[in-house]
């Protein structure tokens, strides 16, 4: 225990993404923060005693991760799903992890461990309270204190890995549209100083745009702005999120200058096993590895699987707003299809190096148009027969740019 705890305990909470809930037998009521010296205390208030895990994640970013069986939130006042922290905590965000868990992510200001984890009984108000102390992690503790490896992609990767993925219950489906390149990094470039980093995130905007106007997706971009966000960070939106979609959005280059057309990149064979190995070395840091190691496969196949049947569906509605590149269902190892649950593809708008295609993509109509289209092919691809069960409850509808 803290010994003397400052009085600035700041109140804070998290809204339930709107709609109809579930009857659930408990409640999150509060969610607080204290200091005392270099340690950081969260204190979680509930309706009902409940057994919880915390753990530390350092990579794509440093946070703490709360897993708890399915609760209802009643925090009265709140209008977000998204909540300020305190001291080694910046923010924080409650997502309805599968049918019997919830869990609050809490982002860190750097790398950091646990010092201690336990309940408390009720308190005046009657409410139970779940207490984790973290500080701040010395070097030499990371590699023993984290729940997975700390060097990049297999971080990543084994993070991605989960027994099941089920986006949380909302009405509206959940898009990560990640604008290719950004910030030192232009991309291709093509005739009078274009760059392919602006006209990407020009087409970003307009399908969010397009998509938030129908009122059935939720949108969050991995950049809003002339920036760069790694690799990791743009995967790691997706995610965050939950999403049900991820669509990378490039434009290509050639040494031809005739060459133009659009096209759609999924995962090839060796990005699919280097994932795989990966998660499995990942899966093989828990008890059940070797139920995980099934469980990746299963979720490969089908992550696969529904990325191919979107791209399909993606070309199709893309070849009415322009023509499509000889043989437009391309494969490739890219790092942000690696991820092993969201289906997810990378679309090639045409070349930066063609007149007309970089005309077409610096025209509002033309990319109007072309947006449109896939807009039209995500419509498409989630009122398949076989599409992923449909959600059945709201999402927040705040969007997340960086």
Do not use: C
């Not at 600035?8 to 409640?27: P, V």
């Not at 309706?47 to 895990?53: A, K, N, R, W, Y």
């Not at 998204?82 to 750097?110: I, K, P, Q, W, Y």
């Amino acid at each position: 225990m803290l010994r003397s705890f400052s009085a600035l305990m700041l109140a804070a909470g998290l809204l339930a993404t709107a709609g109809t809930a579930d009857a659930r037998d408990s409640e999150i009521r509060q969610v607080r923060f204290g200091e005392n010296g270099d340690t950081t205390r969260i204190v979680v208030e509930t309706s009902e005693p409940m057994d919880f895990e915390a753990f530390t994640l350092t990579d794509p970013a440093a946070r703490l991760v709360l897993e708890i069986p399915t609760s209802a939130w009643s925090v009265a006042g709140l209008e977000t799903g998204e909540g300020r922290g305190h001291g080694l905590v910046s923010t924080f965000r409650f997502f309805d992890a599968s049918g019997d868990t919830s869990r609050l992510v809490f982002a860190l200001g750097g790398p950091s461990v646990i010092v201690s984890q336990f309940s408390l009984d009720p308190n005046e108000s009657g409410n139970h309270r779940m207490v984790i102390d973290i500080r701040r992690a010395e070097a030499e503790e990371l590699a023993a204190v984290t729940e997975f490896p700390t060097s990049g992609l297999d971080a990543l990767i084994a993070e991605r890995v989960e027994a099941i993925y089920v986006p949380p219950p909302r009405e509206r489906r959940v898009i990560v549209l990640d604008s290719g390149h950004g910030g030192h990094d232009p991309g291709s470039l093509g005739a009078g100083g274009a760059e392919e980093a602006d006209v990407t995130l020009a087409a970003a905007r307009e399908l969010q745009r397009q998509l938030e106007a129908t009122g059935r997706y939720v949108v969050y971009m991995t950049r809003n702005s002339d920036s760069y966000p790694s690799w990791e960070e743009r995967v790691g939106v997706m995610a965050e999120q939950r999403a049900d979609l991820f669509l990378s959005i490039h434009a290509d280059s050639s040494p031809s200058p005739a060459t133009r057309g659009a096209a759609v990149y999924t995962l090839n064979d060796h990005a699919e096993n280097r994932a795989r190995q990966r998660a499995r070395q990942g899966a093989a840091h828990t008890a059940r590895a070797d139920v995980n190691n099934i469980l990746v496969e299963l979720e490969l196949r089908e992550k696969r699987n529904q990325s191919t049947a979107f791209a399909e569906v993606m070309l199709e509605h893309l070849s009415e707003a322009g023509p499509l590149l000889q043989n437009p269902h391309r494969e490739a190892n890219l790092f942000v299809l690696l991820d092993p649950r969201v289906p997810a593809v990378l679309l090639e708008m045409g070349f930066m190096t063609n007149a007309t295609d970089l005309a077409n993509m610096r025209s509002e109509t033309a990319r109007a148009r072309q947006m449109t289209s896939v807009l039209r092919a995500i419509d498409a691809y989630f009122a398949r027969e076989d599409a992923p069960e449909a959600p059945v409850r709201q999402a927040s509808l705040t969007t997340r740019a960086r």
